[in-house]
């Protein structure tokens, strides 16, 4: 939400918000690398907000991202979620 208020311009910063440095140890921002986790950019913001939800709320199974996404809150989830859709 916070990137909500700031505008597009603030959505493609360079900068990911805090907590976003959680998701680069499994999901690759580097469109080279090929990995069994899954890029997050070229997601929607709103896919990806509701995937972490969903882990967060327990009604998606996971091994880790469950006990991670219940660290956040629903403003820090679309900061994060806002911030990887406009990255490329």
């Given at each position: 939400?916070?990137?909500?208020?700031?505008?597009?311009?603030?959505?493609?910063?360079?900068?990911?918000?805090?907590?976003?440095?959680?998701?680069?140890?499994?999901?690759?921002?580097?469109?080279?690398?090929?990995?069994a986790i899954p890029r997050l950019p070229?997601?929607?913001?709103?896919?990806?907000?509701?995937?972490?939800q969903a882990f967060r709320n327990g009604?998606?199974?996971?091994?880790?991202?469950?006990?991670?996404?219940?660290?956040?809150?629903?403003?820090e989830i679309e900061a994060i979620a806002?911030?990887?859709?406009?990255?490329?």
């Amino acid at each position: 939400m916070a990137l909500t208020l700031l505008g597009p311009a603030a959505a493609g910063r360079a900068e990911p918000p805090q907590g976003a440095s959680s998701c680069t140890g499994c999901h690759a921002l580097n469109p080279a690398l090929v990995t069994a986790i899954p890029r997050l950019p070229g997601h929607s913001a709103a896919e990806l907000a509701g995937q972490m939800q969903a882990f967060r709320n327990g009604q998606r199974p996971s091994t880790v991202m469950g006990r991670i996404a219940k660290g956040f809150s629903d403003r820090e989830i679309e900061a994060i979620a806002e911030w990887y859709a406009a990255q490329k």
